[in-house]
């Protein structure tokens, strides 16, 4: 308790140093946080991935539908549990800055296999009739003040003209991972479109959604569905929900490293600014070091009065950087909304946060306590701070 009370006293003892010191450190944990929580809302789609789901689309490319007789093969496949389908449809909502994402599903199966869509059985048995009915997201609700009866315009780009849906529920995220940014609307209303323009282009689906028994048969189910269709003339690549989004994830990982080198330079950036705090601090009190040392202090009682001082200034700085990380953070997700459906702060996060602070409280407080430790008391009570 004595080191613990001196290292306090210490560490407040230049009040204005201890201030921005700590606002430093407070912005640079905060900094570090906030970075942090983008690089992991850029994989929330993946972490989200449920195992017992496999994507099937085109070997090609995903640009190339694959036909919806494929549906009945892959569904008598062994190991698969169910099946739907989905297709991108890329309407315009008002203005292109909206973008929120919009497929065409088939709603029943569909839903059967995202539980995590939460949605009241009324709603979601006026979604299955009603072949005009779409179903939105709570977020995606509340960013345009959507409620169930509104009647929603979506301009095609990829499929052209002006299409009307009418909202029949707004389902709610089984947890906070659960993307609640998305529209869904009927599979069979869009291809009733195809088949009336361009026929030849009918009857065909983006991917397909199988759902599985268990994770541990996923490569195994994987190359089922793959071998009905090897030498065809739309051949499948299926594979896992995780890895399907992490291909996503993958064309921008130049990005995602830019951000994450960023988050580490602002953490040794902060570092050499509390070396340097600590240094001055340890140059300052070499008379009083010496004298403790004078008075039968070992050694060793020097360096943990630096390292406490060093300690109790990161710890202070980094829980007021944490403390602010929650409302940065949720400033931060409703502006980039459109972005980052799914935008809060980790728990591994936060305990790289804490851990980032306690490491530049070592290595801030190493050379300053070793130097210290070792100087002599004659040495130590000639000088002058």
């Not at 606002?23 to 640079?28: S, T």
């Not at 947890?175 to 599979?187: G, K």
Request: glycine fraction near 8%; include cysteine; hydrophobic fraction near 50%.
């Amino acid at each position: 308790m004595f080191l613990l009370r001196m290292s306090l006293k210490n560490a407040l003892r230049h009040r204005l140093r201890a201030a921005l010191t700590l606002a430093g450190l407070a912005v640079a944990i905060l900094s570090f946080g906030l970075l942090s929580t983008v690089v992991t809302a850029w994989y929330a789609g993946a972490d989200a991935a449920s195992d017992k789901r496999l994507i099937s689309r085109s070997a090609i490319s995903l640009v190339f539908p694959l036909p919806m007789s494929y549906g009945e093969k892959i569904r008598g496949v062994e190991g698969v549990t169910g099946i739907s389908w989905a297709n991108w449809f890329g309407g315009i909502y008002i203005e292109p800055k909206n973008f929120f994402p919009q497929f065409a599903v088939d709603p029943a199966s569909y839903l059967r296999l995202y539980p995590e869509f939460q949605v009241d059985e009324a709603e979601r048995a006026a979604f299955i009739r009603d072949r005009q009915g779409c179903l939105v997201g709570r977020k995606l609700a509340q960013r345009f003040g959507w409620k169930v009866g509104d009647t929603i315009p979506l301009k095609g780009t990829i499929y052209p003209g002006t299409w009307s849906f009418v909202v029949r529920g707004i389902y709610e995220g089984r947890d906070a991972t659960t993307d609640e940014n998305q529209f869904f609307f009927h599979w069979a209303y869009l291809n009733e479109w195809v088949l009336q323009r361009y026929p030849k282009r009918g009857n065909a689906t983006g991917v397909f959604v199988v759902g599985i028994r268990e994770g541990s048969e996923a490569a195994l189910v994987s190359e089922r569905v793959d071998s009905q269709f090897r030498n065809s003339l739309a051949e499948t690549l299926t594979e896992t929900e995780k890895s399907f989004q992490l291909s996503f994830v993958a064309m921008t990982d130049s990005i995602v490293l830019a951000i994450q080198v960023v988050s580490y330079v602002v953490i040794l950036i902060i570092m050499a600014v509390m070396a340097n705090t600590m240094a001055m601090a340890a140059r300052e009190r070499t008379a009083e070091y010496a004298t403790l040392k004078a008075l039968g202090f070992g050694p060793p009682v020097v360096g943990w009065l630096i390292l406490l001082e060093s300690i109790l200034l990161c710890a202070l700085g980094a829980g007021l950087g944490i403390l602010l990380s929650f409302p940065a953070v949720q400033l931060v997700g409703h502006a980039l909304d459109n972005l980052f459906p799914v935008f809060h702060i980790a728990s591994q996060t936060l305990w790289l946060q804490a851990g980032a602070a306690l490491v530049v409280a070592l290595v801030s407080a190493a050379i300053p306590a070793w130097q210290s430790m070792r100087i002599r008391i004659v040495d130590g009570l000639r000088a002058i701070a």
